[in-house]
T-cell receptor
Framework: AAGVIQSPRHLIKEKRETATLKCYPIPRHDTVYWYQQGPGQDPQFLISFYEKMQSDKGSIPDRFSAQQFSDYHSELNMSSLELGDSALYFC????????????FGPGTRLTVT | QKEVEQNSGPLSVPEGAIASLNCTYSDRVSQSFFWYRQYSGKSPELIMSIYSNGDKEDGRFTAQLNKASQYVSLLIRDSQPSDSATYLCAVNIWGIDSGAGSYQLTFGKGTKLSVIP
């Protein structure tokens, strides 16, 4: 079965640089979520999109923005990167705004130096 | 207090034994509950979902839900070394901080399970 696709899988950036993470949801899933997981932490919800509109926002810094495109893929844009942004970033997708299961992609490991 | 609480472990069980993982949550209106397995450096993998009170079995896994006690558990029978991982309890919470709203998963901190051969 098709799964969530994320790219790149690994990314190394320097402080104050910009990064863009991409997510391709499972076909026919209409909702995309972004989560951040720091070392030794549980995943934290950042933002979600339903039918290409932002549907909810969590603990996402103002330096981050995201959008969902007409083909339902989503991009997370991160600017003015800080050392503390180093983490695993997961995208998940679901049907019906997450009323049921959310399936996670493999993640992008971002390292800020 | 975190909305979803789990014993962080580590929980060690011998191969072939039953592993029991527990989780409590604070949001009384939550309707859907999940267990994810996460290997180190990998993404969370959904292994069980449960929506109504009682037990739900899938292979070696059994999830139990008691909404009155706000308690969810996961039993792993015939534990194998390959089951060694961190198990995350997650609760679906409706959020509408902006936009039309969606469910978002709130996770516990996870229980690290080690199955000893």
């Amino acid at each position: 079965a098709a799964g969530v696709i994320q790219s790149p899988r690994h990314l190394i950036k320097e402080k104050r640089e910009t990064a863009t993470l991409k997510c391709y949801p499972i076909p026919r899933h209409d909702t995309v979520y972004w989560y951040q997981q720091g070392p030794g932490q549980d995943p934290q919800f950042l933002i979600s999109f339903y039918e290409k509109m932002q549907s909810d926002k969590g603990s996402i810094p103002d330096r981050f923005s995201a959008q969902q495109f007409s083909d339902y893929h989503s991009e997370l844009n991160m600017s003015s990167l800080e050392l503390g942004d180093s983490a695993l970033y997961f995208c998940a997708s679901s049907l019906e705004r997450g009323a049921y299961e959310q399936y996670f992609g493999p993640g992008t490991r971002l390292t800020v130096t | 207090q975190k909305e979803v609480e789990q014993n962080s472990g580590p929980l060690s069980v011998p191969e072939g034994a039953i592993a029991s993982l527990n989780c409590t949550y604070s949001d009384r209106v939550s309707q859907s509950f999940f267990w994810y397995r996460q290997y180190s450096g990998k993404s969370p993998e959904l292994i069980m979902s449960i929506y109504s009170n009682g037990d739900k079995e899938d292979g070696r896994f059994t999830a139990q839900l008691n909404k009155a006690s706000q308690y969810v558990s996961l039993l792993i029978r015939d534990s194998q070394p390959s089951d060694s991982a961190t198990y995350l309890c997650a609760v679906n919470i409706w959020g509408i901080d902006s936009g039309a709203g969606s469910y978002q998963l709130t996770f516990g901190k996870g229980t690290k399970l080690s199955v000893i051969p």
